[in-house]
């Protein structure tokens, strides 16, 4: 069955970086867009950002473009985000999600980032 599973979440503080994997298993990997989506304390889901299956074309909100870089991993059937200049509003539970023709399909169980110091 598919699965996702999240990794890399932790306590940061503001300006730091972290690493988000997502490890992927149960389907084609490489055929399939993928993305990041967000919920931090009390707030409704947010999307992040966005990959396609090859990786050459990738998208970000606007609350993170130019602190945030997705990347995928084919071979390793593996999703990337890197995180930089992390501030307290990046706050949430970072999911991943497979992205299907008609919208996402799955999710991930999601892994807790805390910017704090």
């Known amino acids: 069955q598919v699965q996702l599973v999240e990794s890399g979440g932790g306590l940061v503080q503001p300006g730091g970086s972290l690493r988000l994997s997502c490890a992927a298993s149960?389907?084609?990997?490489?055929?399939?867009?993928l993305s990041w989506v967000r919920q931090a304390p009390g707030k409704g889901l947010e999307w992040v950002s966005a990959?396609?299956?090859?990786?050459?074309?990738?998208a970000y909100a606007d609350s993170v473009k130019g602190r945030g870089t997705i990347s995928r991993d084919n071979a390793a059937n593996t999703l990337y985000l890197q995180m930089d200049s992390l501030k307290p509003e990046d706050t949430a539970v970072y999911y991943c999600?497979?992205?299907?023709?008609?919208?996402?399909?799955?999710w991930g169980q999601g892994t807790q980032v805390t910017v704090s110091s």
């Open positions: 999600t497979r992205l299907a023709a008609l919208g996402t399909d799955y």
């Open positions: 149960g389907f084609t990997f490489s055929s399939y867009r």
């Open positions: 990959i396609s299956a090859g990786g050459g074309s990738t």
